[in-house]
């Protein structure tokens, strides 16, 4: 009995849509590829793979027509400079079609152990268990390439006082048993009494910003306090505080706008509070500075590889600088 897979993801695409293909082979129906048109939308992509449907070597697959397809999946933070990526390379490379898609890293990372995607991408580093289970599910180690650094943002209400916290702070604002409760605690004067409580803006737990915050802020022993609410994505968490005057949370610093507050972070050593700036992460002064990474399995080669070495070449790098990250060419 041939068994049927259904994945249901948004994406976007330079087409105002993606042309899916699928190939009949016997009985059953393997998706193939997509093809890609010309004008920037998003659409809502419908992937029905039957049987063992999936992605199978390092190298990418076949598309109808001779195309190659390499399929991406994993971070939120990185979703928008993935579909950059992919976009660009599209118009350079019409033979490759790259498919997006989001959901987190832990998904991300889930689907390239299961073989649903080529390429994860990453904004923690995978978990030793991780790494055991895709070595084993596929034969081969994964490979991580760092392509950009980011400095995780701490966000408030544009309208909040507050200018700098301390990381201790945040972590009893966040942590389980923590103290912080209201704004007043911290010395916020001028709020009004109804937004004194302070909403807790979390993650969801396959984010991979989700389990760095924890690690960097609350340790590797302390989990979050229950009671946050928990945004689907950046993009998501950062409306939700632009939108709620006693709010605080975190995003990717590509996702700030005028509408919220970057807090300066004041390290352990509590000496100076560092902003979230492109500067202060390519120097690595600000406290929760973090790397972010693609995963394959075992070295790419092939369409994935060549996507891989662009992404790291000039040009890809020039559009991590254009989505609010540091390149890691910065770093050679």
């Not at 991780?130 to 650094?149: C, L, Q």
């Not at 968490?237 to 709010?247: D, Q, R």
Request: with cysteine; aromatic share 6%; glycine share 12%.
């Amino acid at each position: 009995m041939v068994q049927q897979q259904v994945r249901v993801a948004l994406t976007r695409s330079v087409a105002g849509g993606l042309i899916l293909q699928f190939a009949k082979r016997g009985s059953r129906f393997r998706y193939v590829g997509c093809a890609w048109m010309t004008r920037l939308s998003t659409c809502l992509v419908l992937a029905v793979c039957a049987g063992l449907g999936g992605c199978g070597a390092n190298d990418g697959g076949a598309g109808a027509g001779g195309h190659d397809v390499v399929r991406v999946e994993g971070s939120d933070t990185m979703v928008n400079m993935a579909q950059s990526w992919a976009e660009r390379y599209h118009q350079e490379r019409p033979s490759v079609s790259v498919q997006v898609l989001g959901g987190g890293s832990g998904v991300g990372i889930a689907s390239l152990i299961d073989g649903n995607c080529d390429i994860a991408d990453a904004s923690r580093v995978m978990k030793p268990d991780e790494i055991d289970r895709a070595t084993a599910a596929r034969g081969t180690a994964p490979k991580e390439i760092e392509v950009a650094y980011d400095a995780l943002a701490v966000l408030v209400h544009k309208d909040n006082p507050l200018d700098a916290i301390h990381i201790d702070q945040l972590a009893e604002i966040f942590g389980d048993s923590g103290t912080i409760t209201q704004w007043s605690q911290l010395g916020v004067k001028g709020l009004p009494k109804r937004y004194d409580k302070i909403i807790r803006v979390g993650r969801q737990n396959s984010s991979g910003t989700y389990a760095f915050f924890r690690e960097a802020v609350l340790g590797k022993k302390r989990d979050y306090k229950l009671g946050s609410i928990d945004a689907h994505g950046s993009k998501d968490a950062v409306l939700l505080i632009a939108k709620t005057p006693g709010a605080i949370g975190y995003s990717g610093m590509g996702y700030i706008t005028k509408d919220v507050k970057a807090l300066k972070i004041y390290g352990r050593d509590g000496k100076q509070a560092i902003a979230a700036t492109v500067a202060n992460a390519r120097n690595g002064t600000y406290p929760l500075r973090r790397s972010l990474q693609l995963y394959t399995i075992g070295e790419p080669t092939g369409a994935i590889g060549k996507y891989v070495d662009w992404i790291l070449s000039p040009k890809g790098q020039a559009i991590v600088l254009d989505q609010g990250y540091v390149p890691v060419l910065d770093h050679e």
